[in-house]
């Protein structure tokens, strides 16, 4: 198998960030604490969510589903990211390379598709509170997070399919800090103009219709509100505002990196970063400081730690 220009790439060279090696040791350390902040903050959420009695309603449920997708996805790109950072050759196999961008989208799809089953939840609590229960069952909360991780594989399958098989001779550089569809479609040496509308639409617009309905759906929410009473209002302002900031940090760089992602956008590099690596941070941060009863939970947690080791 030859390539018509020379031989086929087997391996992509990621720029990361550039700059002096000071910089890359203090982005070694920024983001390594990030990552570390990441993945206990959000085993923390999971551990309080199972063990704790007072916080077995939906919301919960699906909080604690959301913090292990947050793990997993920026587990799918965050530890390459930093180990770049200190590394002389920073390459990547084609293959490392397809498979971080399916685990990406799925992961991504997943979340994408629980951040509206966390509106839907939203939608009933506030405007059928009556029915709450009945409605939001076991058997539909687990159906919900098997149709998140379903559409999850949907999405990242229907894009990979047509990317695995691409021919890559030549070019092997991607300006960013890890593979994703966009840069790595240019990449391959064939006409990959439908692809990349294909990916537009799969990615790109999915994200923007989604986060519009999003917000549709939390403005039908307060207006519902507002109309029955003025008390609760701000009590259900708190509860989405979380929720509000929660959608817009993670929709915001997906909208951005995906529906304009052919033409150069210089500061992509950096949205990257905050979808993968913040905002997966941010979810537990804006889920326990503004949240009472997670914290009542999580200390009662220690404090029957506490007293079980204790006892032994
Ligand atoms: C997430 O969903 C699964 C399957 O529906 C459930 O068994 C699990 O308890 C949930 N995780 C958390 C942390 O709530």
Not at 102 to 112: L, R, T
Not at 173 to 194: G, M, Q, R
Not at 288 to 311: D, I, P
């Amino acid at each position: 198998m030859d390539g018509k220009n020379g031989s086929f790439v087997t391996e992509f060279i990621l720029v990361g960030f550039s700059g002096p090696w000071e910089l890359q040791i203090f982005f070694f350390v920024t983001f390594s604490l990030i990552y570390a902040a990441t993945v206990v903050g959000n085993v923390l959420i999971m551990v309080t969510v199972i063990f704790s009695s007072t916080l077995h309603s939906p919301m919960y449920f699906l909080l604690g589903n959301l913090s292990f997708l947050d793990m997993c996805l920026s587990s799918s790109t965050t530890p390459k990211m930093i180990t770049d950072l200190l590394a002389e050759q920073k390459t990547i196999s084609v293959w490392g390379c397809m498979t971080q961008m399916f685990f990406m989208h799925f992961f991504g799809g997943a979340e994408m598709t629980l951040l509206i089953v966390m509106a839907f939840d939203r939608y009933v609590a506030i405007c059928k509170p009556l029915h709450y229960r009945t409605i939001m069952n076991h058997r539909l909360l687990n159906g919900f997070v098997i149709l998140a991780w379903t559409i999850g594989f949907i999405h990242t399958m229907s894009q990979m399919v047509l990317t695995v098989n691409l021919p890559f001779c030549g070019h092997s550089v991607i300006d960013s800090i890890f593979c994703d569809l966009p840069l790595v479609i240019k990449l391959a040496c064939v006409e990959t103009y439908t692809l990349e509308l294909f990916v537009i639409a799969d990615s790109g617009l999915l994200s923007l219709i989604c986060f519009i309905l999003l917000l549709f759906s939390y403005t039908v929410i307060l207006v519902t509100v507002q109309k029955r009473s003025s008390g609760g209002l701000s009590k259900a302002l708190s509860t989405l505002s979380a929720h509000v900031i929660v959608v817009t940090l993670f929709f915001g760089p997906c909208v951005f990196i995906y529906a304009w992602p052919f033409s150069s956008f210089a500061s992509s590099k950096t949205l990257a970063v905050f979808y993968t690596v913040i905002t997966p941070l941010l979810n537990p941060i804006i889920y326990t400081l503004r949240n009472q009863k997670m914290q009542g939970a999580m200390r009662k947690l220690r404090l029957q730690h506490v007293s079980s080791t204790e006892n032994f």
